[in-house]
T-cell receptor, first 114, second 107 residues
Framework: EAGVTQFPSHSVIEKGQTVTLRCDPI?????LYWYRRVMGKEIKFLLH????????ESGMPNNRFLAERTGGTYSTLKVQPAELEDSGVYFC????????????FGPGTRLTVL | KNEVEQSPQNLTAQEGEFITINCSYS?????LHWLQQHPGGGIVSLFM???GKKKHGRLIATINIQEKHSSLHITASHPRDSAVYIC?????????FGTGTRLQVFP
């Protein structure tokens, strides 16, 4: 069974540009999470989808970030326009059962904003 | 102050040593997770526990719910154990993470 995949693995963009990150969860996992680690800090929660609905988006830093999960399968996280402080590693995770909530992580996308 | 605190932040050991990493938390949790991240690698779940103790190979994780404290132990450490070990707690639907402990085991 394929694990959680993320694309791209690394993105370098200039301040003001737009970047879209993609996450493909494990097939059948209704719960999809986005997390972010910025340099030197702990990983922080961004948002949680249950199927195609946003269950909790309390961690989204501002309205430059837009997450979607059309059809309840893969998800995209768009940053527009990107700022320097958006640099970091963006992780996606999925889980099957919220009651147990064992989350499986993707390899992450390293975003560098110059 | 972070809701999940880990210590130490960095740890160096000689091969064969017994290693302990500690995690304290200040929020209500449904479970505590120990995760591992190798340099340049993804995050792998080692343990998920809500009480007592779990063992997998040379790794042992314990949790004391009353004291809001967990420990991860590595017995007979090996250079391939070198990684960042992250403690995270399940709080409602999301995970809250500690800053991680960077472990280096030298031959």
């Amino acid at each position: 069974e394929a694990g959680v995949t993320q694309f791209p693995s690394h993105s370098v963009i200039e301040k003001g540009q737009t970047v879209t990150l993609r996450c493909d969860p494990i097939s059948g996992h209704d719960n999809l999470y986005w997390y972010r680690r910025v340099m030197g800090k702990e990983i922080k929660f961004l948002l949680h989808f249950v199927k195609e609905s946003k269950q909790d988006e309390s961690g989204m830093p501002n309205n430059r970030f837009l997450a979607e999960r059309t059809g309840g399968t893969y998800s995209t996280l768009k940053v527009q326009p990107a700022e320097l402080e958006d640099s970091g590693v963006y992780f996606c995770a999925s889980s099957q059962d919220l009651a147990i909530n064992e989350q499986f992580f993707g390899p992450g996308t390293r975003l560098t904003v110059l | 102050k972070n809701e999940v605190e880990q210590s130490p932040q960095n740890l160096t050991a000689q091969e064969g040593e017994f290693i302990t990493i500690n995690c304290s938390y200040s929020v209500g949790i449904s479970a505590l997770h120990w995760l591992q991240q190798h340099p340049g690698g993804g995050i792998v779940s080692l343990f998920m526990l809500s009480s007592g103790k779990k063992k997998h190979g040379r790794l042992i994780a314990t949790i004391n719910i009353q004291e809001k404290h967990s420990s991860l132990h590595i017995t007979a450490s090996h250079p391939r154990d070198s990684a960042v070990y992250i403690c995270a707690v399940s709080n409602t639907d999301k995970l809250i993470f500690g800053t991680g402990t960077r472990l280096q085991v030298f031959p």
